[in-house]
């Protein structure tokens, strides 16, 4: 039997190569690699932490979910499912509350980070994050989840409660490993210093941007009063992030392409950047936009992988509310 692994992207809109590189990429090689049963989910309870519109929100659910088939998830090959469909999701991180002390909570770095980003919206959705987070991934006994360094304090809670309740109720929860996969930090093309954010739409490149678009904002992506085409992350943030971007995409050696570049110009670099990117995300475009045009295809593969993750899901709850004394 296969190890399973679980991972979810929230939908709070347009997905940008930051996102691409950093899981979806990640998330579709998994899969192919036929090594492990995935499951990956639309993260829309999450999502609501943040500032929204109820309007968008269902559009942006639909979107990512085109998002995740157009790079290559296969509903064939992985479970798909939306997170808010699934009651045990919310069941079980409120058990998990009742043995979370909180200092585990104040301490974790994504919450102070976020506070300070959304001061006018400090709420309490915010603080318990890691609770659900780790009640996702405990309620599909996942052996395995993929994550970027900066989710492995998360991570780590999850380990931690999973421990705490196995030995007070009973060996109930498999303690899941990060599954860590070689991604780049992409940072903002107006902003190097900054992580690549949808919230600064000119420094991001956004999966479905259009080629003109692509040109239009790797050519005015900040670089450094040099000429050299050289990757020096100290010296050269901006230059240096799009040869990132270039290496990765294209599955080459950032001094390969270096090389490539030996003696030319940024602006030269740049136009031969756009357009591998342009290339590279033109299947995306074509099939996204197919997808989008056919929304009850997206919620019908939506639903269906919602129905298998909610057998797993409710087999494991009515075990935990058992293992606690709350099951008549």
């Known amino acids: ?22 899981a979806l990429k990640n998330f579709v090689e998994l899969q192919n690699s036929g090594k492990y049963e995935c499951y990956f989910f639309v993260a829309d309870l999450h999502s609501l932490t943040e500032s929204f519109d109820p309007k968008e929100k269902s559009k942006q659910i639909l979107e990512l ?24 999701h919310s069941e079980l991180a409120w058990i998990l509350n009742t043995i979370t002390p909180t200092g585990e909570l104040e301490r974790m770095t994504q919450f102070k980070d976020k506070s300070k980003a959304q001061q006018e919206n400090i709420n309490a959705g915010l603080f318990t994050y890691p609770i659900l ?10 052996k395995f989840v993929p994550v970027g360094n900066d989710q492995d304090q998360h991570l780590e809670l999850a380990r931690t409660l999973a421990r705490k309740f196995n030995k007070r109720f009973g060996a109930s929860f498999v303690e899941p490993k990060a599954l860590h996969t070689e991604s780049p930090r992409v940072m903002s ?9 949808k ?39 901006g230059i240096s992030n799009l040869l990132q971007i270039y290496a990765n995409i294209e599955h080459r ?5 270096e090389q490539q570049f030996s003696g030319k110009t940024y602006s030269e670099f740049k136009s031969s950047l756009a357009e591998v990117v342009s290339k590279h995300f033109e299947p995306f475009r074509t099939k996204k936009k197919a997808l989008l045009a056919k929304p009850q295809t997206l919620m019908a593969t939506l639903k269906s992988g919602s129905i298998k993750a909610a057998k797993n899901a409710h087999r494991k709850i009515s075990e935990i509310k058992k293992r606690v004394g709350i099951a008549l």
């Not at 987070?133 to 996942?142: F, G, S, T």
């Not at 050696?253 to 392409?257: G, L, Q, R, S, Y």
């Open 189 to 197: 093309l107006v902003n190097p210093e900054k992580k690549m954010s």
């Open 199 to 237: 919230s600064d739409p000119a420094g991001c490149l956004f999966l479905d941007n259009e080629p003109n678009e692509i040109k239009k904002k790797i050519g005015h992506a900040v670089t450094d009063s040099g000429k050299e085409v050289k990757y020096d992350p100290e010296k050269k943030t």
């Open 133 to 142: 987070m780790a009640a996702d991934v405990l309620l599909y006994d996942a």
């Open 65 to 88: 979910a085109a998002d995740y088939l157009a790079t290559g998830l296969d509903a064939k090959k992985s479970v798909i499912f939306l997170q808010s469909t699934i009651p045990a």
């Open 253 to 257: 050696a950032v001094k390969h392409i």
């Open 1 to 22: 039997m296969k190890p399973r692994l679980i991972s979810g992207i929230q939908p709070t809109g347009r997905l940008h190569i930051g996102n691409y590189l950093g």
